[in-house]
């Protein structure tokens, strides 16, 4: 543990070059010295943990019938593995090609990913982050298809050109036998067959390899003897080919809509064609032509009849329809439609093995953003209930909060309402996707997510121990009148600008009290209850926020010598508010037709029936003024102790008492300065009175003109292209000029010099740096609080800093955070007997009880700068200057185990974290190479070293900048490959043993390997050695590879003792040869003497 002086701040800072340190101008105040500052530098690194939501651009996907996980690839080169709720892994390709196909070696923990760059990777899931062991890179060929079957080392690789390649995926090396396009289909054709869509060995024949070639054509291709048994020609493209069990039938799609099954020894025309989708003529001709079938199943049952099952195929006289998923079943077909395009589907089997009853029992259904598992056990084929935190796109993100730490009652109450929202109608099994064991984590505090989303809805997640869940969905739209547009609503893959997008948000967890601002300048304090009530009247306040040049009029008595500011019922302010007890609004228009004093959108007046959960207490709306829209609103922060919401945005701030419905304040950025002559300011450039409800976020990650709408507001233009205010209509002279609050907080602090007590305050900061302080006096008493009026006074600005300021807290004299003052949670709808409301105001620093003694530190980060204040002195007694190049879009003060510190995140990409009070740089990371408006726009910091950001527009990244977490990582993350016992294969039974009618296997090793079929061409494909690290090879030493390569070594083993065996019986044998020669000889030199004789 370090003790820091104020006397020496300048030791240990001079070595940082980007930083500049000023010590306190009051080297003798001794409040300092007892400060000891015990975060260190090693208590911080920076990682990745988690990714949630639905993999982005989704391309392949493989499933492990007997470890039961799921593999989805994306065209970014992205794996997203998925098994047992809550148990997902992330990992990524080198160079972000798109995966084309996936493929498991069954219940070996291995995975072979094929990418569009014409490279396969064998991953080593026996690890609890997968690592690649292998990769092999065609150079020459372009990779099409791929085939692995089940319990086999041997991979085909179909191409672009017809040729199929083999690697054997223990080595990842090529097999010197390939099969040439011209030698499969010799003159069946006189052209080109085009690429291999399909490969697939006979169930029943493993020696007998099917080829699908996109022309038209199947080859059943006899791998023992290096030529085709069969070849099968139709006139249609084909796009996916599908085996019967038995062998002995197989069905191709075709790309006019068309099945046709084949018996394999009559290839001269098809036994069936069929057009499920198609309407067959009367006359009997052939029915008319549909869309392709882009991908077939057939799968067997004991029971009862098969299972055909196929994507695509529909007419084409239904335009607009959604995409389908046809599940044919004897003669029943049923079509399910699906809410996005289908990119793949597969159908879970009971057996891994190819030949035997499939017994089909669910459809796994990937969608472009979607995942949907159907069963198909249940009449109607109902859907299983999703598990997997995969709706976070369901209405594009426009802003996100995190919590650590939170109350531990907090989500057990948000699960209890939310339940209640579930969809019904789900099947009732379990969800199939069940395999891995979830991490032993060490984390055991509550976190909470919350997001904002276009459509004006906010969901919360629970988010502990490195899971995600959803808790509860709140509609604010509910609240408005419904748009009753006559034009037809736009397609849900486009974004429009939607007015109730939610563009930030402020949580108090301990009181439940939920403020939401939106794009439409509107305001919505929620409140939450267990009891369902129905609100005759919704309360809206509306506000009139302007500061043109005919409409300012400096309040008496602003800047320091401002005095108490009342309620809009006791002052007569021109700029005062218009506070409505029901929901009609003042519409007026000037004589030259503008819009004026109406607000963007229209409270609903009918009466609200409100669920258990979150409920309105108040809706806050800015008006138009003069025909021009309100700003929107650029900061917001509310606090339950008291009763207080306040607002601000280009034109200035407002303070609403959501308590008594009541607007306290609402002054012009200048009136806060104190300006002698508010009317020096510049006039604003004229708008085009463009309704101010832009869209933040873009569905389709779009252009610069969706990105120009999502700018920071506190951003500065001139390091980069980030512009002051959120408000597109603003001109380039108002950018520079118009100053912007940029943060709130309140305080319970010394906000005057000399002030001896800490009293509750309001602090404010600008765009331009400046940090202003506003005194609130709050009756004390809870009957007097509803009856007296806060009174708020100014007090002049506090410091200024370089750039926006972004965040502001107070520490104690002991350096501990002090958190503002709240309220206990109790429910305003329980009956009066339950309702215990109990203030509660957490401990405030130590009063002095001499003059000029500081006990509180202002804590204050802009976008190039930190500083520290003592208070009441107002005296800077540390400053770090954070980037001089860049500029930064999110700090917070966090709360770690061992401290607390300041986190940063720059527009160019790193993670930095400064001492307090000292500001010293404890970790700089430079982690994202390049920046995006969503990173910046959703990037932000919580306790106990936790990170998130949307890295896509469906997927959440968390990270850790704790060395505790990352040192606990490891036991926190799941496991995704248990042993399981692969099952048992089918029994061949008597008969077909006696007969030879069951499955045939085929050595593969003779055909394919180096003695038999050579080596392949060097300058074919590259192979290269996987970055796996030690873990990752240890883990292979148990898994597919390590057991081949032990197996092999094994019988090397072997062989070498019976070589040696063999040698030593053959000298023996060569001994007693001799010892038989030697005694024959002795026989005949002494046969015929006598014994007298020797």
């Not at 569009?116 to 099409?144: C, G, M, V, Y």
């Not at 009559?266 to 067959?280: D, F, L, V």
């Not at 079938?293 to 067997?300: A, D, F, Q, R, S």
């Not at 399910?336 to 029992?361: A, G, H, K, R, S």
Request: charged share 20%; glycine share 8%; proline share 6%.
């Amino acid at each position: 543990m370090k003790k820091f002086n104020i006397r020496k701040v300048f030791d240990g800072l001079t070595a940082v070059s980007s930083s500049s340190s000023s010590a306190s101008p009051q080297p003798s105040n001794r409040e300092n010295d007892i400060i000891q500052e015990t975060l260190q530098s090693e208590h911080f690194q920076l990682c990745k943990t988690v990714r949630h939501g639905f993999p982005y651009q989704p391309s392949a996907m493989a499933f492990d019938p007997v470890q039961k996980i799921l593999v989805i690839g994306t065209q970014s080169g992205a794996l997203r593995l998925f098994g047992r709720a809550g148990l997902e892994c992330y990992c990524q390709h080198e160079g972000n090609s798109a995966v084309i196909q996936l493929q498991f070696l069954i219940n070996e923990g291995a995975l072979v990913s094929a990418l569009s760059d014409d490279s396969i990777h064998l991953w080593n899931l026996r690890q609890k982050i997968p690592a690649i062991l292998h990769s092999l890179k065609f150079n020459r060929e372009r990779i099409t298809f791929c085939h692995l079957p089940f319990q086999s080392k041997w991979l085909y690789i179909g191409t672009e050109r017809g040729n199929i390649h083999i690697v054997n995926v223990e080595s990842f090396t090529l097999s010197g036998y390939v099969i040439m396009w011209n030698k499969a289909i010799e003159l069946s054709s006189k052209n080109h067959p085009g690429p291999v869509v399909h490969i697939s060995d006979n169930p029943m024949d493993e020696g007998k390899l099917l080829i699908g070639f996109e022309c038209g054509i199947v080859v059943l291709w006899d791998l023992r003897s290096k030529k085709a048994d069969y070849r099968y020609s139709y006139d249609e493209a084909i796009h996916s080919v599908a085996w019967h069990h038995e062998g002995k039938q197989f069905v191709c799609s075709h790309s006019d809509g068309t099945l046709t099954t084949w018996n394999v020894r009559s290839p001269a025309k098809p036994a069936q064609i069929i057009t499920p989708h198609g309407k067959q003529p009367r006359d009997g001709r052939k029915p008319d032509p549909c869309k392709p079938i882009l991908k077939v199943e057939y799968k067997t049952a004991k029971a009862g009849e098969p299972f055909m099952v196929l994507s695509g195929g529909l007419s084409y006289d239904t335009v607009g329809r959604r995409a389908c998923l046809t599940v044919m079943h004897g003669k029943s077909t049923a079509v399910l439609e699906m809410d996005y395009p289908i990119v793949d589907f597969l159908t879970l089997c009971e057996t891994p093995y190819p030949n035997d009853y499939q017994e089909p029992y669910a459809v796994v259904v990937l969608l472009e953003k979607d995942l949907v598992v159907v069963d198909l056990a249940q009449t109607g084929y109902p859907s299983f209930e999703n598990p997997y935190p995969l709706s976070i796109h369901e209405s594009p993100v426009t802003c996100c909060e995190y919590f650590a730490d939170c109350p531990a009652e907090l989500i057990p109450a948000l699960y209890s309402v939310g339940s209640r929202q579930k969809r019904q109608g789900y099947s009732k099994k379990e969800w199939p996707i069940s395999g891995g064991n979830w991490g032993q984590g060490a984390q055991s505090y509550p976190e909470i997510i919350i997001t904002g989303h276009a459509d004006g809805s906010v969901k919360f997640w629970d988010a502990s121990a490195l899971m995600l869940q959803v808790l509860y969905k709140l509609k604010t739209a509910k609240v408005f009148e419904k748009v009753t547009a006559k034009e037809e609503k736009p397609s849900p893959d486009v974004v429009d600008e939607d007015p109730f997008a939610i563009h930030s948000l402020s949580w108090c967890p301990e009181s439940r009290v939920l403020c939401l601002a939106a794009v439409s300048a509107h305001v919505i304090v929620y409140r939450f209850s267990k009891h369902e009530v129905t609100t005759e009247t919704v309360q809206l306040l509306e506000v009139r926020m302007q500061c043109e040049l005919n409409d300012v009029d400096s309040l008496e008595g602003g800047g320091e010598q401002a005095s108490a500011v009342s309620t809009p019922g006791a002052s007569s302010s021109p700029q005062g508010s218009t506070p409505q007890p029901h929901p009609s609004s003042s519409s007026t228009s000037s004589s030259e037709g503008l819009r004026d004093n109406v607000p963007c959108l229209k409270v609903r007046s009918s009466p609200l029936k409100q669920s258990p959960g979150y409920q309105v207490e108040l809706v806050i709306q800015l008006l138009w003024v003069s025909g021009e829209p309100p700003q929107q609103i650029s900061s917001l922060a509310v606090n339950s102790a008291y009763g207080l919401v306040v607002l601000g945005n280009g034109n200035g701030v407002a303070v609403v008492d959501y308590l008594q419905k009541t607007l306290l304040l609402n002054v012009t950025t200048a009136e806060m300065h104190g300006l002698p002559d508010p009317h020096q300011r510049q006039p604003r450039s004229p708008r085009k009175g463009r309704h101010p409800s832009g869209g933040l976020c873009d569905g389709n990650d779009g252009g610069a003109t969706s990105e120009d709408r999502c700018k920071s507001p506190t951003s500065d233009a001139r390091d980069g292209s980030f512009i002051h205010s959120r408000s597109s209509s603003m001109g380039s002279i108002d950018r520079e000029a118009r100053e912007v609050i940029s943060s709130l907080h309140f305080f319970e602090t010394l906000s005057r010099k000399n002030e001896l007590v800490p009293v509750p305050s309001l602090w404010l900061g600008t765009s331009l740096g400046t940090v202003l302080a506003i005194s609130l006096l709050v009756p004390s008493a809870s009957e007097l609080r509803l009856q007296q009026a806060v009174a708020v006074s100014f007090c002049g600005s506090v410091v200024r800093l370089k750039g926006g300021i972004l965040r502001m807290a107070v520490m104690d004299s002991t350096g501990s955070l002090v958190p503002p003052a709240c309220e206990s949670w109790y429910d305003p709808n329980a009956p009066e007997e339950e309702r215990e409301r109990t203030r509660s105001r957490r401990p405030t620093s130590p009063s002095s009880s001499q003059e000029n003694q500081d006990c509180q530190y202002a804590v204050v980060c802009s976008e190039k700068q930190a500083k520290v204040v003592a208070l009441p002195s107002q005296n800077c007694i540390y400053d770090h200057n954070i980037t001089e190049t860049s500029f930064v879009l999110r700090a917070d003060v966090v709360i770690m185990s061992a401290g607390i510190c300041v986190a940063c995140f720059c527009a160019n990409g790193h993670i930095m974290t400064l001492s307090l009070p000292s500001l010293r740089p404890l970790l700089d990371v430079n982690y994202l190479p390049l920046t995006d408006m969503r990173i910046a726009r959703t990037f932000c910091f919580s306790n106990l070293g936790q990170a998130l950001y949307l890295t896509s527009p469906m997927e959440i990244q968390r990270l850790t900048y704790s060395q505790e977490t990352c040192d606990n990582l490891q036991e926190m993350l799941g496991e995704l490959f248990t042993p399981v016992e692969t099952p048992e294969a089918p029994n061949r039974g008597f008969f077909k043993g006696l007969f030879g009618g069951g499955a045939q296997s085929l050595d593969r090793e003779d055909l394919f390997g180096e003695l038999a079929a050579g080596r392949a061409s060097r300058s074919l494909a590259q192979h290269i050695p996987g970055p796996g690290s030690m873990e990752g090879m240890k883990g292979a030493a148990s898994g597919v590879v390590g057991e081949l390569a032990r197996a092999r070594i094994a019988l090397d083993e072997r062989g070498q003792k019976l070589g040696e065996l063999e040698e030593r019986t053959a000298a023996m044998m060569a001994s007693a040869d001799a010892f038989s020669r030697h005694a024959h000889d002795v026989m005949l030199k002494y046969k015929d003497k006598k014994w007298y004789q020797l």
